[in-house]
């Protein structure tokens, strides 16, 4: 009895820890970030909502996922995950296109407008990037 429970708490165990890979819960993520709406379409297709095709992209994001899942580590946090989901979606001829919604850059540094829009802060105003 006490096996057949311990074996029963290991498998269940396994199970969340797969379901906890950065990976597998980025994909799920990715159209969808706060405000902002995005879509799978062919890297050579213009920015427009007719171009999306998310069906067609779910089988390369699947496969992706599978490649980079074992890479994942304890650092690896969503941000990077979606980076590197981002990457190999572009090498399987996919862009994520952003069609709908607000997008939030970060923080503005007042003191340095030319780091915040150099450093990848993505806080790029018309002045910021102006100056830099």
């Given at each position: 009895?006490?096996?057949?429970?311990?074996?029963?708490?290991?498998?269940?165990?396994?199970?969340?820890?797969?379901?906890?890979n950065p990976y597998v819960r980025q994909s799920g993520r990715?159209?969808?970030?706060?405000?902002?709406?995005?879509?799978?379409?062919?890297?050579?297709?213009?920015?427009?909502?007719?171009?999306?095709?998310?069906?067609?992209?779910?089988?390369?994001?699947?496969?992706?996922?599978?490649?980079?899942?074992?890479?994942?580590?304890?650092?690896?946090?969503?941000?990077?995950?979606?980076?590197?989901l981002d990457l190999c979606m572009s090498?399987?001829?996919?862009?994520?296109?952003?069609?709908?919604?607000?997008?939030?850059?970060?923080?503005?540094?007042?003191?340095?407008?030319?780091?915040?829009?150099?450093?990848?802060?993505?806080?790029?105003?018309?002045?910021?990037?102006?100056?830099?």
């Open positions: 009895m006490k096996r057949t429970l311990f074996i029963g708490m290991i498998l269940a165990m396994l199970a969340a820890c797969a379901s906890m990715m159209l969808k970030h706060f405000d902002a709406i995005f879509c799978w379409a062919p890297v050579e297709a213009k920015n427009d909502p007719s171009s999306c095709q998310n069906e067609r992209a779910a089988p390369s994001l699947t496969a992706c996922v599978q490649e980079l899942r074992s890479t994942a580590t304890f650092f690896t946090g969503p941000e990077v995950a979606g980076q590197n090498r399987k001829g996919w862009q994520r296109l952003f069609i709908d919604g607000v997008m939030l850059f970060g923080e503005r540094h007042e003191h340095s407008l030319k780091r915040g829009a150099a450093g990848g802060s993505g806080a790029i105003s018309f002045f910021a990037a102006a100056t830099a």
